[in-house]
């Protein structure tokens, strides 16, 4: 698997897509902070929606094991998975003892980190993803690059040919509207014929039971209003108290991902239609372990809006499949070395922390802090490389010594000016992208000596 650096690299060699993914998902984050700015008690539903959390995580058992109840006496199949691979047998199993053979799915982070559709199709389970920018990342057999908007990677040129290849449109035609309708027509024939809808949840309200599924397409409600058997798949961390708490976080979600005041469909099951079979699955898959990190539990608070994708200058400009991981960006970032600390040790490095993720955060998660925070545990951990740790080695040993900081300095300045290829070349990964700035005649401790009154 390549690291983030190395599939960056990769990402950033087309410069004008680089410029394109950086500047469209810059206007999300623009549209974002107009909604924000429309109500003036934005910040007071970030930190309410923060308290929200901190409390429901502080009582999570309480909280599921109401829910549990609750949506048992509504009558929906609860169903408790420890990890990804009991969450995909369990939906595996549904589906056996069914024996439906037509699926579809809503958009659903969690069954994309629990590597679900590989495992029914390895099963010989055909399974269709009814997002529009799902389905077009599934038709390329490519995963999502961003957790909101999963094809933000494709301009509408790669789309057509996409279009083109599989449904059958008209050869070089991007117009969107066309394309749009092209989806809508191969989908339909989909959501007719289903027998089964996989969704996920925004929302699980433990006082009544119920969920929300929040979409702007409607293809969450469509699939679970045409099929027979509904499963909704959840992590535990989507669990709210009551539903009088939905108010605070519907208004922060759709503002805070794409800035629109509401998201077009946010649907709230409760019960299976009568005939119908509604099942909701549970899945911990290491929630509990990050849980009890105290410097990381925070990042449970998360209801993947996304922002901190938009605003992350390395997100950006890297792309999402740079990250390796279901969940890309700084939450994933964050998430993803829990799930596995060796696979994902180079991702609490793919960022400056700046910390505009934690800034625009609508549920205030600390972000910046526990990328930092993940650098120090992995490094205690000894997954770093080991050029890498020998360089930090090196640089502490300078940096709490002024004399050898100070001559490191002179001889610095000294090969920047009569050496510069010492510098410049290319087993300098900074060099590579930028130019060297020149060598200052002094060093600024020198300057200070000088003009200090
Ligand atoms: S960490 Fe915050 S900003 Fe990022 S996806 Fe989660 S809720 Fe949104």
Known sequence: MKTHADAAEAFIKDEARTDWHDETLWFVREKRDIAAHGIPEWEKLREWASQIKNHTLSNLNHYLSTFEENAQANGIKVHWAANA??????????????????????????TEECHLNEHLIKHGIEIIDTDLGERIVQLRKEPPSHIVLPAIHLKKQDVSETF????????????????????????????????????????????????????????????????DIHIACM??????????????????LTRSATGQPITTYSSHYHRPRPGQQMHIVIVDNGRTRQLGRPDFRNSLKCIRCAACFNTCPVYRRSGGHSYHTAVAGPIG???????????????????????????????????????????????????????????MLGMNFVLSNPTVYALSGKVGRWAMKTLPMMVNNKFNPWF???????????????WYKKHRK
């Open 432 to 446: 590579k992208q930028r130019e060297m700035p020149e060598a200052p005649a002094e060093s600024f401790e020198d």
């Open 164 to 227: 083109h290849e599989f449904l059958d449109t008209e050869k070089g035609n991007n117009d969107p509207q066309y394309l749009t309708e092209a989806a809508r027509q191969h989908l339909r024939d989909y959501f007719v014929a289903s027998e089964l809808a996989i969704t996920g949840v925004n929302f699980a309200v433990a006082e009544t039971g119920g969920f929300v599924v929040c979409t702007n397409e409607g293809n969450a409600d469509m699939g679970a209003h045409t099929a």
């Open 333 to 391: 970032s964050i998430l993803s070395p829990n799930l596995d600390m060796k696979a994902n040790a180079d991702l609490p490095f793919a960022s400056t922390l700046c910390g505009s993720c934690t800034n625009v955060c609508p549920v205030k998660i600390d972000i910046h802090e526990q990328l930092w925070k993940w650098r120090q545990v992995i490094v205690a951990e000894g997954y770093v490389p080991t050029g890498k740790k020998m360089g």
């Open 235 to 252: 992590g535990i961390e989507k669990i709210i108290p009551n539903a009088e708490h939905l108010g605070v976080f519907l208004r922060l």
């Open 85 to 110: 691979a009991e969450h995909n047998q369990i939906i595996h199993q549904i589906i056996q003892d069914n024996k439906v053979t037509k699926i579809v799915k809503s958009k659903s982070m969690l």
